[in-house]
Structures are given as structure tokens and as C-alpha cells.
């Protein structure tokens, strides 16, 4: 299980290994390579952050998906499928949104200089390590370490082959080693969707559980952009400078938070059931006018 888990943070491994030589291979000097890897770095250790929930949530959904498969119970285990997998997109997929949509604000707030284009076309690779990471957990719930572990491995060898071809390719470069996490992440993915939906003999959608918190992430997304850019250029005329980027960052998210939230509501991808599941430090926080939409 270990080893399997560790499988699913080799790709970091694989950029260590070939990302600068490659730069290097392109025509680029080695600073030049050296900043380029050092944008890549911090770009990974932002998308860790969202990744820590997700590695908590596999953790609990384990032992729950174990026991209903020890007593052969299909509607139990695929029940808690669905629903790891609902919250999975739930929090990956508006991470994602918000993160390529306030990347350099957010850069400037953490004062990391330079890279942020990284995540704005990179964040999309939280969502599929969410996805791999549960799948993961789900095989190994089923008996079936070896096979994710084989599949994880699968993916680690396309992302070298693509590392090794695009990063050296001069108008591509570090944005390689993102398009070879996807690669990456993408093949695992389609891989274990297959032998899950074989061991359990039952269909898993998990684009079903996707949509909602995508059309979510959408509405948070353009109302962060506005709020954003609107408070900083208002802040601009009295102010430039590290403070107003950082009270028109955290304005901007507070704002995108809420709007997820209601705009999940509304649609119906949020139930009672699921804030009974919450923790009562958390739903306490949640607005009333929230609460009431919530069915």
C-alpha cells in the first residue's frame, strides 16, 4: 500500500531526474534551466496544499469500502464509490478553477516570483491526481494492490517518454513536465476505471459526479475574476503594492468560496445528507441563506 501511494508522487521523482537536462537539451543555459525548474517546483508544492484533503479523504473511505467488500455487499461499496468520488470533484475541481484563475495573484500573495503561468495552464493536474489518488484507494479496498501499483507505473513511464520530447522542444519547455503529469495521471485513470468497473461488474460514471462542481467552479470562477480585478484596480488609485493585491486576492476567494457554495445548492449538488457528514465547525460557517437552499 505504501509503495502504491508512493507511486501516485513519482512523477515529482521523474522531473527531478530529466526536466533540466532536457531544458538544457532545448538550447536553454543552465540558469536559465535552473529558474524554469525552480517555477516547476513551487507550482508542485501549491498543488499539494488541496492534495492533503484529498489523501485524508482516501484514508477514511478505505476501511468503509474493505468492509462492505469482505461481505460481498455491491450496493454498499459501489454507494461509497459514488460518493468518494462526489466529494473528490467537489473540493479538486474548484481548486483548480480558482487556482489557474488567481495564479498570479496568489504567487504574489505567497511572494513566489515568477511561474505562475505554470498553474494557470497546470492546475487541471490536481483534478486528475485527486481522481488517481482515489481510484487508488478504491483497488486497494478491493484486493487490488498490485494492479494499481502496476497501472502507476504505466503512467510513470508515458510521463518520462513525454518529458523527454516535449520539454526540449523551445516554445514548450517547462510546460512539458505539466503535459507529461497529465499523460501521467490520464493513462492510470483509464486503467483503473477499467478494472474497477470489471471487479465490481457495475458501471461507475464519474463524469456524472463531475458536472456539478464544474458548472459550481465556472459561476466561482467569473465572479472571482471580477472581484478581483475590480478591487485591485479601485485599490490602485490609492495604493500599489503587495497590501492591495493581498486584500483583493482574499476578498476574491471569501467571495469565490460563497459563490461555490450557493451555486451548488441551487443545482442541487450539495444535500442535507452531505452536511450532516460535514463537521459542525465547518457548516456553522456556512450562511443561513445558504443553508436554506440546501435540500
Sequence with gaps: ITLCVGMTYAGNIVDVMNTKVRLMAGGLTDDSATILYG?????????NVPIAIISSLSAAILPAISAAAAIKDKARVKNSINYSFRLCFLIAVPCAVGLAI????????????GGSYIMACGSSVLVFMSVMQIQTTILQSLGKLYSATIYSVIGIACKIVVNYILIAIPRIN??????????????PIILNHIMIKKSLEVNVNMVTHAIKPLISSIAMGILVFTVYYVLDTLMGFISTGYIPNALSTIAAILVGI???????????GITNKDMERMPKKITKLIPNFILSRIN
Excluded at 488567481?102 to 516570483?113: A, G, Q, V
Excluded at 517547462?174 to 493513462?187: H, K, N, Q, W
Aim: aromatic share 14%; no cysteine; glycine share 8%.
Design 39 to 47: 517555477y516547476l517546483s513551487k507550482y508542485q508544492q501549491l498543488l
Design 102 to 113: 488567481l495564479s498570479e495573484p496568489i504567487f504574489d500573495l505567497l511572494k513566489i516570483r
Design 174 to 187: 517547462i510546460l512539458g513536465a505539466v503535459a507529461g503529469s497529465i499523460v501521467g495521471y490520464a493513462i
Design 258 to 268: 460563497l459563490t461555490y457554495i450557493f451555486v451548488l445548492a441551487v443545482i442541487g
